[in-house]
């Protein structure tokens, strides 16, 4: 019967705001019936009965901070569904005049970063060799990462594929990171060694009505993803620059702070523009 009196024990040094960095009582409730019934003999165990009787209401209750919140943490970071069309509240805008990347909120620009472009110039794009940055609106159907919790595919990517030989690709978190490390895999200088030239992470896009590539294909028999990409470099000097095959290069610490934070998810709009932006 001592469960009881561990709850309202923890409870009141919730209540007294010892662990306010918990974010609620709410929260602190959800997760309270997945903890170990043992988190407080924890307690017992490491300092004794007695000892434990010594200690003021505030070290007791930073000791359960520290025993509990890497649990509750646990418990209430999602995994993300990389089947979900997850839209976002972000749009992306690229200027190829500018060579800048920028993130829209409520028609507010929130981030402004150099970026990368194809060498073939401010002119349409008519193929996948062109070297052309294509204009348009586009959405993002695959993210691919060295951070696996990052990865993500569109619901249509996974459709079209499901019956093919790249359907293993598509279906799991491990197959999308073996996609990517595939791709940082490829020699395509043909100097006997891997060229890294996607970085940390490659966001692919979509459009109905520009050139962005045949997606999945073989490269000297590895299979990858080719299309027009936001993406990171083997090479950062090229930032700011017309020196890429046709994607958008971004430098690491940009990109991966676009991914982290969450302004770029499957279903983000970007446009991609040689004009000022005009959001809606």
């Not at 300092?47 to 007791?60: E, R, V």
């Not at 996974?158 to 990171?177: C, I, M, V």
């Not at 979509?206 to 299979?223: E, H, I, L, Q, W």
């Amino acid at each position: 019967m001592r469960q009881p009196q561990k709850k309202v024990w923890i409870r009141s040094a919730l209540s007294s705001g010892n662990l306010k960095d918990i974010h609620s009582k709410s929260l602190y409730a959800k997760t309270w019936n997945a903890m170990p019934s043992t988190m407080m003999e924890l307690l017992d165990i490491s300092m004794g009965h007695s000892a434990k009787k010594c200690l003021s209401g505030g070290m007791i209750a930073a000791i359960l901070y520290l025993a509990i919140i890497p649990f509750v943490f646990f418990m209430i970071t999602p995994v993300r569904d990389s089947s979900a069309e997850q839209s976002s509240d972000y749009t992306v805008f690229i200027n190829r005049k500018e060579k800048t990347l920028s993130i829209f909120k409520d028609k507010l620009v929130i981030e402004k970063i150099p970026c990368g472009i194809g060498r073939g110039g401010l002119k349409p794009k008519t193929s996948m060799t062109d070297s052309v940055t294509p204009t348009g609106n586009f959405i993002v159907d695959i993210i691919l990462s060295n951070k696996p919790g990052l990865n993500a595919v569109s619901d249509t990517v996974k459709k079209h594929y499901q019956n093919t030989e790249f359907a293993q690709f598509d279906e799991s978190a491990s197959g999308l990171l073996k996609l990517f490390h595939n791709m940082n895999s490829l020699d395509f200088d043909k100097n006997g060694k891997p060229d890294n030239s996607y970085g940390m992470a490659y966001v692919g896009l979509n459009s109905d009505n520009a050139v962005t590539g045949p997606k999945m294909r073989y490269f000297n028999g590895v299979p990858y993803w080719f299309s027009i990409a936001i993406h990171g470099t083997n090479d950062e000097s090229n930032v700011g620059k017309a020196n890429s095959g046709g994607c958008i290069h971004l430098k690491r610490d940009d990109l991966e702070k676009m991914l982290e934070n969450g302004f770029v998810k499957i279903g983000t709009k970007v446009v991609i523009s040689d004009s000022a932006p005009d959001i809606h």
